[in-house]
């Protein structure tokens, strides 16, 4: 399967804010091969912990919407 011309979209529960941006930026690194899937993970985990103050659904949720992405990318 081509990845190439998939753009990597944003799950629907994901609210668009800096936090989404900062995650589909890790999203983007994990498919371009840069980083590997654990530590795109971790770093999604990070940052919704760290920078989510208002969140819309629980940090879970939120962290296993990008898990799916990854999944759908593999």
């Known amino acids: 399967m081509n ?4 753009a990597v979209g944003q799950p629907e529960e994901v609210e668009n ?7 589909l930026t890790v999203v983007k690194q994990y498919c371009t091969n ?3 899937k654990g530590d795109t993970i971790c770093k999604i985990t990070q940052t919704i912990l760290t920078d989510e103050t ?3 659904e629980p940090p879970g ?4 919407s990008y ?3 990854l ?3 593999d």
């Open 3 to 6: 990845h190439e011309n998939e």
């Open 17 to 23: 804010s800096e936090v989404s941006t900062k995650c």
């Open 34 to 36: 840069q980083i590997s």
């Open 54 to 56: 208002e969140a819309m």
């Open 61 to 64: 949720k939120t962290v296993k």
């Open 67 to 69: 898990v799916t992405m």
């Open 71 to 73: 999944n759908d990318w």
